[in-house]
């Protein structure tokens, strides 16, 4: 799943696509990198965010999916907000990225389960200008588990279906870094569920620390999250978000050929 960050302060690459041409032209690169679906969001989730009005994050995103999905991309639409995910739906996107996993809006899984669309829900405890404030378990992996369910559970109770939801465990959401490594150890008790799981690592933080500081560059950036990619499709993640595409297939590529085994690239 290739990013696209129509928004002017994304931690990664704000600004860079934040004009309607930049941003479709993006897209079309991520597709030709080999990416399965374009992620596309007019809102920025990085830690200390501010939230941007439905309005604006619409006005951004709204032509990108038209014309990502008119050239025959599968189009994500990755908001919080039930009027873009709706706008965004009926311009083409086929799935809607709620890294809020339906908590910020009340009218999110009502709106979804009026369409046809694929929902992801995310794990999260708050917004992004605060998210640490709450970066308090017993159990990481254990108490991600059951609020993942909890918001299935709420989705499928708004009409939902069970086979249009993925879960997503929320790296780098209200999660201080060894929280995030806890959780990537134990991936497999999330897989397990049967549920399909979408993981973004993609140029966050705590991988840049595991490197040795947040000055360490992109290209590190994104070598780490190609790491991660290989080690997320063993343990049966559905999709991966990432910034650059061409890394992350390249080290599935590679993962194939060590394993002997087609699910790494498929």
């Known amino acids: 799943m290739g990013i696209v960050n129509v928004t002017p302060d994304s931690f990664s690459d704000g600004g860079r696509f934040l004009a309607t041409d930049a941003a479709i032209a993006h897209g079309l690169r991520l ?3 080999g990416a399965d679906f374009v992620d596309v969001g007019g809102e920025s989730t990085r830690p200390g965010a501010s939230r ?3 309005e604006v994050e619409r006005d951004r995103v709204v032509p990108v999916v038209a014309a990502l999905a008119e050239a025959g991309a599968v189009v994500s639409i990755d908001t919080m ?3 873009t995910a709706l706008a965004a739906i009926e311009a083409g996107a086929r799935i809607v990225n709620d890294v809020s996993g339906g908590l910020a809006d009340p009218d999110m899984f009502a709106g979804v389960a009026s369409t046809g669309a694929e929902m992801a829900l995310g794990h999260w405890r708050g917004p992004s200008f605060d998210m640490y404030a709450r970066a308090s378990y017993h159990d990481v992996v254990g108490e991600v588990l059951a609020e993942l369910d909890g918001r299935v559970d709420a989705a499928a109770a708004a ?5 249009r939801i993925i879960v997503d465990p929320g790296i780098g959401f209200g999660k201080q870094p060894e929280q995030n490594w806890a959780v990537l150890r134990e991936l497999g008790r999330i897989t397990g569920t049967g549920a399909r799981v979408l993981l973004g690592t ?3 933080g705590f991988l840049a620390q595991a490197l040795g500081g947040q000055d360490v560059s992109q290209e590190r950036r994104d070598l780490a999250t190609a790491v991660t990619s290989a080690l997320a499709a063993r343990a049966g993640v559905w ?9 992350t297939r390249d080290a599935l590529a590679v993962a194939q050929h060590w394993e002997g085994a087609d699910r790494w690239t498929s």
């Not at 009409?159 to 086979?163: C, F, M």
């Not at 999709?239 to 890394?247: E, K």
């Open 31 to 33: 597709v030709a990198d």
């Open 239 to 247: 999709a991966l978000r990432v910034h650059d595409v061409g890394a």
């Open 202 to 204: 993609s140029r966050k």
């Open 52 to 54: 941007v009005s439905a």
């Open 81 to 83: 907000n039930a009027v």
């Open 159 to 163: 009409g939902i279906a069970p086979d």
